[in-house]
Every structure is written in C-alpha cells, then in structure tokens.
C-alpha cells in the first residue's frame, strides 16, 4: 500500500464545506486511492496536489502515458463533472480518460499545472483566452441529468426575500435587491446550453495539443450569460469590469441585456451563500453590481 498523505488544507475545507461527509471522505481517501491505483493499473508519477475540495495525483497508465487521478466528495456540483467532460469529448476541456460514478473518481488527461492561465501577464489577454473556451464549451446542448438553472434560480427568488432582510446597510441591500429583479426577469427563460459555471483563470491549463483547455466544471444546463462572472472577478479590476463585460458577451455572442440580468442573478447567488453562512458580503461582486446594474 502506498502512503499518500492527505493535505491538512483539504481536510479543513472538507470539514468546513461538508460537515461529517467531509470528515468521512478524508478518513477514507487513503485507502480509496490506492484501491483506484490497483483497479486502472496506476503507478504514481508525481506528488499529490489539490484543490478546495479534490484530491490529484500524477500517475502513468500501464503503456505510460501521463495521467492525473481525481478523487472528490461526490455531491450535487461534482456529479455531473464526467457527463460534461464526456460530452465535450477533449475539445477546449480536459479529456476524461476512465470514472467511477459510485464515487465519483476520474482518471483524466494531464495537462501542464505549472501553466495556469492566472499566471498569463495580460488579464485583458486572459479574459479573452476565456471567452474564447466558453464560447465553444456553451455551444452544445445540455445533456439529461445535469443540474438545471431553471431550479437554482428559482430557489434563489424564493430564499432572496427573507436573506436580504438580514443585510443592515439599506443600499446594499437595495442593490442585491436589484439583482433579485434582475433574474426574476430572465428566470423564467434559463436556457439549456452546457455550462463550465466554474471557468475563472486558475481552472484553464496550457496543454501540448491546444494552447488551453478548461478543467473542473461544475456542470449545469442553462444560458451562457451566468458563466460570465469568474471572468470579470479574476484579478479583480473596478475600471475593467465593463471591457470584461463587454468583450464576453461578444465573444459569446449574448444578448447584452440578458447578459447583465444573469451575471447579477449570479452575484445574488455568492450573497446568498455568504449570507447563509454568516459571512461578510464580497466588496468585488459589490462593486461587479453597482457598476453592470445601469451598464
């Protein structure tokens, strides 16, 4: 059996997000991956990484081509992470090579971690490189079974009332208030498009066979405009948001108004956790707010 040490940092956000399931998921993660290792053949190739909520090793396929096992909580985000890799097949995402849907282990293609697109000097260049990948990703339908906007959005117009009446300050409360508007004029058209939802600039990697690829998609199906907002946020700019705004429903082709409506709906979502969870309001999606509402 090979020892493979579980970061402390992924045990505290196990912990944090996912209580006792979490708790148990890092209990077990030793032996589950080396069973992973006995069951494809897996030799490690390389020290472990990881994420806020997976664990990654390097290994080598038994004709040693250079692969990355996965091994996450499965839960309501990361369920439907094989049915989009496999939906996109390789093109502009990681490929995914082999999976387990009782736990949710993937073995997928290795891309270059030591190229992230986060350390690309140009953040204007970086944007476009994303728009670029989403562009392509949210073309392709939605396949059944993947989580579905429509629902979020819907919950979030039923739990915003009562959550936002928690917030002091009344212009904040106010603006997020205007977000709620905002998706309830777009909610009862969500889309059914493929969505990353999760394609900021430290989940896109350089790779031998394309300059980028996308990893880690949380998958849903729905309109492109709410894959818009880990973009704008990246190494956040307040005199940049409108240039982000702007070039990403170009690239994407989206209706600019819509657009806005679901970028705001998506700021209401981060709120909506924070607010759940006690924490404090992020001024960056603030500011995202204050300057799209009348944009």
């Not at 190229?115 to 990948?133: K, W």
């Not at 300050?169 to 106010?174: A, I, K, L, S, Y």
């Not at 405009?225 to 429903?249: E, G, H, K, S, V």
């Not at 690239?251 to 909506?272: G, V």
Request: charge should be negative.
């Amino acid at each position: 059996m090979i020892r493979i040490p579980v970061p402390d940092e992924l045990a505290a956000t196990q912990l944090k997000y996912n209580g006792e399931a979490g708790r148990a998921f890092i209990t077990a993660l030793p032996t589950r991956t080396n069973d992973f290792l006995d069951r494809w053949n897996l030799r490690v190739d390389g020290r472990a990484m990881h994420g806020v909520t997976a664990l990654v090793l390097p290994v080598r396929r038994p004709d040693d081509t250079p692969a990355v096992l996965k091994l996450q909580l499965l839960d309501d985000e990361s369920e439907g992470e094989p049915t989009a890799l496999r939906v996109w097949n390789g093109d502009h995402a990681v490929r995914l090579l082999d999976h387990d849907p009782t736990t949710g282990t993937m073995l997928l293609e290795r891309l270059d971690h030591t190229r992230m697109l986060s350390h690309h000097p140009d953040a204007h260049e970086a944007t476009l490189v994303i728009a670029g990948l989403l562009s392509h990703l949210t073309a392709i339908p939605a396949p059944p079974g993947i989580r579905r906007l429509g629902d979020i959005a819907t919950a979030m117009l039923n739990e915003a009332p009562q959550a936002l009446h928690r917030i002091p300050d009344p212009v904040t409360r106010t603006l997020l208030e205007d977000c709620t508007a905002a998706l309830r004029e777009v909610a009862p058209d969500p889309g059914d498009r493929l969505l990353h939802w999760d394609l900021h600039d430290e989940n896109v990697l350089a790779a031998t066979r394309a300059p980028w690829l996308a990893i880690d998609p949380k998958p849903l199906a729905g309109d492109p405009a709410f894959d818009l907002w880990p973009a704008i946020n990246n190494r956040f700019d307040p005199d940049d948001i409108i240039w982000r705004f702007d070039a990403l429903t170009d690239a994407l082709s989206l209706d600019r108004e819509r657009a806005r409506a679901w970028t705001l709906a998506r700021i209401l979502q981060n709120a909506l956790w924070n607010i759940e969870d006690g924490d404090p309001l992020e001024e960056p999606d603030l500011e995202i707010a204050r300057r799209l509402r009348h944009a």
